[in-house]
């Protein structure tokens, strides 16, 4: 069983929010902090399982766990090994601001993740503290170094471009990764519901950074099946490389691999959707499953096109805490 959408494009990869929760308060996201809104609890381990069994069988062959703050949840080293334990799973990843790295490094490896992308926007202590609200830049470097010795496959760090607050350390990063194995992925700042002021201040489009790349000895790789949106450049004189990940560029989502669902169990085929559907009344039972696995294949076939976010339109994104971006 494959899943697929009226435009022949295939999904191999699931991005599950484990949680809203999030601990930080990042400028682009939640400038105020995580504020609950409702009763409804995450998804239980269960139900995690359940579901993952489902997209499992429609090919999903990569699963990253995001948030909010996926580390916050007290079983995310079980969610983990439930994610590994399923046949047909070729890798497990985990995105994290990285408050937990240092102690949960060494758990989340043994359990089976591969992969980890943390979110680091400046290198810098007091820009650091500026744009996500902590002052703990050397613990979290130090628990990025920790996963680096451990041997994690693959170590990324992500940075959201912002025009005037971080955009002038590119050179510092790029001097970071000249000796380490680290991708760093340049993230267009994108409009959600709440940060519409904030988006026309600090918005930076990455064309000009590629452009930069390319003159300077910089090579776009080829991409593999379960990549993620990210053109990555390697350079020979650089152990790391350099990922931009662009959502207003031409072309962005035609080649779009990925589905996500939430940390309440809505399935939400585009981060700028207009609507999410629940999978949640499918997830109590087993017996579900083919009932689950249909309306899984449904929904997806009715994917748009595009995002609009050209248009302004940011459909139901209030913030990226909720779905991981």
Same mark, same amino acid.
């Given at each position: 069983m494959l899943l697929a959408d009226s435009y022949q494009r295939r999904f191999h990869y699931l991005r599950l929010s484990v949680t809203e929760r999030c601990n930080f308060k990042c400028t682009y996201c939640l400038p105020n902090g995580y504020q609950k809104k409702d009763c409804e609890?995450?998804?239980?381990?269960?139900? %995690?399982? %359940?579901?993952?069994q489902a997209f499992v069988k429609l090919g999903i062959r990569k699963v990253r766990l995001t948030g909010g703050e996926p580390t916050l949840r007290r079983d995310i080293i079980e969610i983990a090994q439930v994610l590994v334990a399923q046949r047909g799973i070729e890798e497990v990843a985990l995105s994290t601001? @990285?408050?937990r790295l240092s102690s949960i490094a060494g758990p989340l490896l043994r359990a089976g993740?591969? =992969?980890i992308n943390l979110s680091l926007d400046s290198l810098d202590p007091e820009n650091f503290k500026a744009i996500t609200g902590t @002052?703990?830049?050397n613990? %979290?470097? =130090?628990?990025?170094e920790q996963a680096l010795s451990l041997g994690f496959q693959k170590v990324k760090v992500n940075l959201v471009l912002l025009r005037g607050q971080n955009s002038h350390e590119l050179a510092f990063f790029q001097d970071w990764i000249r000796h380490r194995p680290i991708s760093v992925r340049l993230i267009e700042l994108m409009q959600t519901g709440e940060n519409t002021l904030f988006f026309k201040q600090r918005h930076l489009s990455l064309d000009s950074i590629r452009q930069e790349l390319i003159q300077t000895g910089w090579c776009l790789n080829p991409k593999k099946l379960t990549d993620g949106p990210a053109q990555v450049y390697s350079h020979p004189d650089y152990r790391g490389t350099i990922g931009l990940i662009a959502p207003y560029s031409p072309g962005f989502c035609e080649g779009c691999n990925r589905?996500?669902?939430?940390?309440?169990?809505?399935?939400k085929l585009c981060l700028f959707g207009e609507k999410q559907e629940s999978l949640r009344d499918c997830l109590g039972d087993i017996s579900l499953q083919e009932t689950l696995l249909q309306r899984v294949q449904t929904l997806v076939a009715g994917k748009p096109i595009s995002h609009f976010l050209h248009d302004g339109r940011v459909g139901n994104t209030l913030n990226f805490s909720g779905i991981g971006g």
């Open positions: 609890p995450d998804l239980s381990l269960a139900e %995690i399982e %359940i579901l993952i601001n @990285g408050y993740v591969s =992969a @002052g703990r830049l613990q %979290i470097l =130090a628990g990025l589905l996500r669902v939430t940390s309440k169990g809505a399935l």
